[in-house]
């Protein structure tokens, strides 16, 4: 089992939907979580972190935690083109010390 | 400043050459990494330095060597490279290396074509 999973996608949504990304973990440890957007060609940006378990929210981006479950999600309300990217989940691993990248999810949204 | 400026940004070289990528970070930043990030895949690690010490080495082939002159730069010597070591590398700095202080900011990148 990887340590972190996403679908790879693409996930096609339509301009002004939600777009939900999602990823679980293996490390029931693992406390800080991570959502990275890189556009092709271009380097990572961070887009959300959270600890606790719950939502947490900044503008149109809303992470999700839920510890128990070992999954970690990020809705994009009011999807615009410009959002089109590939999403990163990651983790900070205490027993590796490193932070824990998931392989991606491409995200199209389309006009 | 909140800024990883890489150096340079492509970089084509032979197999015998020798070439060094830069990264430096005014952030006050104590934790530097190089990932390496081939098409369609995530990052993935090869140096972390902390505190500009060597933390974490992932088995990276010797023809790669980093170094960490100071808190603030970070650099990253090529020598013998193969075509497969084609990729995009990415310089990344954080508060430090545990937990919450994680938080990476990413450079852009040098894209660097092996031939």
């Known amino acids: 089992q990887k340590e972190v999973e996403q679908n790879s996608g693409p996930l096609s949504v339509p301009e002004g939907a939600i777009a939900s990304l999602n990823c679980t973990y293996s490390d029931r440890g693992s406390q800080s979580f991570f959502w990275y957007r890189q556009y092709s060609g271009k380097s990572p940006e961070l887009i959300m972190s959270?600890?606790?378990?719950g939502d947490k929210e900044d503008g149109r981006f809303t992470a999700q935690l839920n510890k128990a479950s070992q999954y970690v999600s990020l809705l994009i309300r009011d999807s615009q083109p410009s959002d089109s990217a590939t999403y990163l989940c990651a983790l900070f691993s205490g027993g590796y010390n490193k932070l824990i990248f998931g392989a991606g999810t491409r995200l199209a949204v389309h006009p | 400043d909140t800024e990883v400026t890489q150096t340079p940004k492509h970089l084509v070289m032979g197999m015998t050459n020798k070439k060094s990528l830069k990264c430096e970070q005014h952030?006050?930043?104590?934790?530097m990494y190089w990932y390496k990030q081939k098409a369609k895949k995530p990052p993935e690690l090869m140096f972390v330095?902390?505190?500009?010490?060597?933390?974490i080495n992932e088995s990276v082939p010797s023809r790669f060597s980093p170094e960490c002159p100071n808190s603030s730069l970070l650099n990253l010597h090529l020598h013998a490279l193969q075509p497969e070591d084609s990729a995009l590398y990415l310089c990344?700095?954080?508060?430090?290396?545990?937990?919450?202080?994680?938080?990476?900011?990413f450079g852009a990148g040098s894209r660097l074509t092996v031939l």
């Open positions: 330095y902390s505190y500009e010490k060597l933390s």
């Open positions: 990344a700095s954080s508060l430090g290396q545990g937990g919450g202080a994680n938080v990476l900011t």
């Open positions: 952030m006050g930043h104590r934790a």
């Open positions: 959270i600890y606790s378990n």
